[in-house]
């Protein structure tokens, strides 16, 4: 059974940074891409990054790109997103979710088995 925890969400002033860590409870998280996407109120959730099962390719929105950086650590079974430069738009809850496969891609049906989220607001 695969468990998902977001962490280090907040408030933040437009600018700021925020790194947010997903911790994955999979036995072969190595073997699969994940991803990042967020949802805010009254809106669908949408893809934001994801990271193949290396690290070794990653993709963006790209009203991110420039800004946001995904990254792993396989050997500690973690998610990254670095966001800088937030800006009030970028507030939403952000979600991590395990790839179907090692590849890395931007459909939301490409990925499952979603954590609870960590709340992103960014104020101007």
């Known amino acids: 059974q695969v468990q998902l925890t977001e962490s280090g969400g907040g408030l933040v002033q437009a600018g700021g940074s925020l790194r947010l860590s997903c911790a994955a409870s999979i036995r072969t998280f190595s073997g699969y891409a994940m991803g990042w996407f967020r949802q805010a109120p009254g809106k669908e959730r949408e893809f934001v990054a994801a990271?193949?099962?290396?690290?070794?390719?990653?993709y963006y929105r790209d009203d991110v790109k420039g800004r946001f950086t995904a990254s792993r650590d396989n050997d500690n079974n973690t998610l990254y997103l670095q966001m800088n430069r937030l800006k009030p738009e970028d507030t939403a809850v952000y979600y991590c979710?395990?790839?179907?496969?090692?590849?890395?891609?931007?459909?939301?049906?490409?990925?499952?088995?979603w954590g609870q989220g960590t709340q992103v607001t960014v104020s101007s």
């Open positions: 990271i193949s099962f290396s690290g070794g390719t990653t």
């Open positions: 979710g395990v790839g179907r496969t090692g590849f890395a891609t931007t459909s939301i049906s490409d990925f499952g088995s």
